[in-house]
């Protein structure tokens, strides 16, 4: 079952067939049972042309977005060639090794956007980076009730400059792009689910790369197990969950560059850069 937020509301698809009910957005995604509500309010719901889906928003209401690193081996790479000659380039073979992953605050909503929508590039940034992410909705109990696609933007110089920096490479408006929806799946996503990155750039593709969750070195439980002590998330939160995709470093992101990102169960998640 999927879960769209539209201009006209909360959307559920199921069997094929799309329904709009009366619930406030935040209100659902606090809910532990949200698999067995929306089941149940899909009952009643009106039904609508699949078009509906088509001006889909950001799936997020009042929600932080938190994020986790290095928890692919092809990151883990990345992360330490940037970082080397600020002498920070180990730092990140100990945190793939290490039982406390990093985590990291990504962004409130008003700088998350949805899919269509433009992410931007810092203005004093010179390498800048999508990354694709499977993303968690976890309730306020910490319990992982859905998964969304997630693009963590990332200016790789700034953050290479000195890992102290990686607040100002990752967080500025429009760093995050979540969408199309939230597949509510209670279940554990399966290693073989691919992760798939194409960047196009007037109309050629210029990137293409991908992973499966079967490389992903901490299972999502972990993850969220770790962001939750001590913390407190009263209207729940997104937790990204790293990612395996990374361009060259002679590669980098320009204006009017599209990013597409496929997480078959999902969908794909669809941003021009400007």
């Not at 290095?70 to 600020?86: F, I």
């Not at 073989?192 to 990155?197: K, S, V």
């Not at 060259?248 to 794909?268: N, S």
């Amino acid at each position: 079952m999927k879960l769209y937020r539209t201009p006209q509301g909360a959307v559920v698809e199921n069997a094929n067939k799309f329904l709009r009910i009366e619930a406030d957005w935040d209100a659902l995604l606090i809910r532990d049972d949200l698999s067995a509500f929306l089941n149940d309010a899909a009952t009643r719901g009106s039904a609508l042309d699949p078009k509906a889906v088509a001006a889909a928003l950001a799936p997020i209401g009042s929600q932080e977005v938190w994020a986790a690193g290095v928890t692919y081996y092809r990151s883990r790479d990345a992360r330490m060639e940037e970082a080397k000659s600020a002498g920070g380039g180990d730092f990140y073979d100990r945190v793939y090794s290490a039982e406390r992953p990093e985590l990291f605050f990504k962004a409130t909503p008003h700088r998350v956007v949805g899919p269509n929508q433009p992410v931007a590039i810092r203005s004093d940034a010179k390498w800048s980076v999508p990354e694709p992410e499977l993303t968690l909705l976890l309730t306020p109990t910490g319990k992982i009730s859905g998964y969304t696609i997630g693009n963590d933007m990332s200016s790789r110089d700034i953050e290479g400059e000195n890992p102290l920096y990686l607040p100002q490479a990752k967080v500025y408006n429009r760093s995050c792009a979540l969408g199309p929806c939230i597949l509510v799946n209670e279940n554990e996503l399966p290693g073989a689910t691919e992760i798939r990155l194409e960047i196009v750039r007037r109309n050629q593709p210029v990137y293409e790369g991908s992973t499966t969750l079967a490389s992903l070195k901490r299972k999502p439980k972990v993850l969220a197990e770790f962001l939750f002590r001590d913390n407190a998330f009263p209207q729940g939160c997104f937790l990204l969950t790293g990612t395996g995709i990374v361009p060259p470093d002679d590669f980098t992101l320009a204006q009017g560059d599209e990013i597409r990102i496929t997480i078959p169960p999902i969908g794909t998640l669809v941003n021009p850069v400007g």
